[in-house]
């Protein structure tokens, strides 16, 4: 009895500790918005923002690193070399010759811009990458702690949809509207019903679950762009 309620209290504290590292990374992102000359901080200051979510990655890897430690987030094999390198020219022939083939949105609203996402450039990818890194992280600490209490995958991706969806209900105190909030809502409680099985049960699961969210991003520009050039 004693261990089953020391295991609840880990799920309660690992539950907090991501919320608060994702609140807060937001928070953040939120407070250099309101610098003077800030607009569009992922594709004008791609550096400064690849460092910013560089540090929050090292906090969530020094936060959580007694989950990780026996965990294989990846496997050295031959199969991970090919998967990463065939990544990474998709990423390449993406952000060099898809992206530049569709233009900015311009918005010509009275109202901001729900996300920097619409017009980002190709150096909008540099610190979203990391971003995404740090959103799997914290799925990956959710999905293990609950792996830990024996819980049937069906369960934990259950509790991942909810949870990674129901976090990005935050969006619209950032002043997204109700139509994009519900987008990515919706598109994250089915992203998030996927990423544990991933993780769990699929080798080198971490990575095929960080480039689906990378693609996610990629489509979302693109489609977007497209709809408003049509």
């Given at each position: 009895?004693?261990?089953?309620?020391?295991?609840?209290?880990?799920?309660?504290k690992t539950l907090v500790e991501i919320v608060a590292i994702w609140i807060l990374s937001d928070i953040g992102y939120y407070l250099l918005r309101l610098l003077p000359g800030t607009s569009g901080l992922y594709s004008n200051y791609p550096v400064v923002m690849a460092l910013y979510y560089m540090f929050w990655v090292w906090v969530a890897f020094r936060t959580f690193r007694s989950l990780y430690q026996n965990w294989r987030m990846v496997e050295v094999r031959t199969s991970m070399f090919v998967l990463i390198g065939v990544a990474l020219v998709g990423v390449f022939c993406y952000v060099v010759y898809v992206l530049p083939a569709f233009p900015p949105i311009h918005w010509a609203y009275q109202w901001t811009p729900p996300s920097e996402l619409l017009y980002a450039s190709p150096w909008?990818?540099?610190?979203?990458?990391?971003?995404?890194?740090?959103?799997?992280?914290?799925?990956?600490?959710?999905?293990?702690?609950?792996?830990?209490?024996?819980w049937p995958i069906k369960t934990i991706a259950a509790w991942s949809a909810g949870l990674f969806g129901g976090i990005h209900l935050l969006l619209v105190f950032g002043g997204s509207s109700l139509a994009y909030t519900f987008f990515f809502t919706a598109s994250a409680v089915v992203a998030?019903?996927?990423f544990p099985y991933l993780m769990l049960r699929v080798r080198n699961g971490f990575l095929y679950s960080y480039f689906l969210h990378w693609?996610?991003?990629?489509?979302?520009?693109?489609?977007?762009?497209?709809?408003?050039?049509?």
């Open positions: 009895m004693f261990e089953d309620i020391k295991q609840q209290l880990l799920v309660a909008y990818f540099l610190p979203k990458s990391i971003d995404i890194a740090l959103q799997q992280l914290l799925i990956a600490a959710m999905v293990l702690v609950f792996e830990l209490r024996k998030g019903y996927i693609g996610f991003y990629a489509a979302v520009i693109v489609l977007a762009r497209f709809i408003v050039s049509t």
